[in-house]
Structures are given as structure tokens and as C-alpha cells.
């Protein structure tokens, strides 16, 4: 099993992007999922988290701007980013909890916020 990410890139102040994540030829059931991401000479931090359940919780940073959703029958984890700014550039990493296995991180996405 590994995480796929894709859809990070370059974009301006204000603008949208959508990373997805995928759970590649998985066969464990998958609880919590989610996003965080590092900026250069910060801690990783929180983003989102979705459960299998569909709660959600966002970093305070992100509240608003962000939105997380799952499918379930796709194994995928998706982040739509909205009105963004140069303080949402980091590398973003998918998160996934697996039954047995446990945890799986993704190799992360670079999202740059540049005009």
C-alpha cells in the first residue's frame, strides 16, 4: 500500500487548487484521513483531517479557505484550497490510518502561492 498524491503546482494570491491522494492497491479498511504540510524551516502542521464517518477538522489557519472530502470506494482523499495566500506555501502531505497496518504518510506535493 502507498499514498499518491497529485495536484500541487504554482498559483497566485487568490487563486484555487485541489490535491488528491489515493491509496494504492490497498486492501485494509481505512479510518482517519488527512492533510498536512511543512513549510521551509516550519513544523508540520495540521490541514485536515476527514474520518470514515465524513467529521472533518481543519487547522484554524485553513478554516473557510479549505474544504476535505473522501470517497470511500475510491480509497481517496481530496482538498479543495480556495483564496489562497503566500503563507499556504509548503509541502503538503497525505495522511491515512489503516486498520492493521497503521500509519501511512504520502511523499508530498509542493503547493506554491506566488504572483
Known amino acids: 500500500v502507498q499514498l499518491v498524491e497529485s495536484g500541487g503546482g504554482l498559483v497566485q494570491p487568490g487563486g484555487s487548487l485541489r490535491l488528491s491522494c489515493a491509496a494504492v492497491e490497498n486492501i485494509f479498511r481505512i479510518n482517519t484521513m488527512g492533510w498536512y504540510r511543512q513549510a521551509l524551516g516550519k513544523e508540520r502542521e495540521l490541514v485536515a483531517t476527514i474520518t470514515s464517518g465524513d467529521s472533518t477538522n481543519y487547522g484554524d489557519s485553513v478554516k473557510g479557505r479549505f474544504t476535505i472530502s473522501r470517497d470511500n470506494a475510491k480509497n481517496t482523499v481530496s482538498l479543495q484550497m480556495n483564496s489562497l495566500t503566500p503563507e499556504d506555501t509548503a509541502v503538503y502531505h497525505c495522511?491515512?490510518?489503516?486498520?492493521?497496518?497503521?500509519?501511512?504518510w504520502g511523499q508530498g506535493t509542493q503547493v506554491t502561492v506566488s504572483s
Open positions: 495522511k491515512a490510518e489503516l486498520s492493521i497496518i497503521g500509519t501511512l
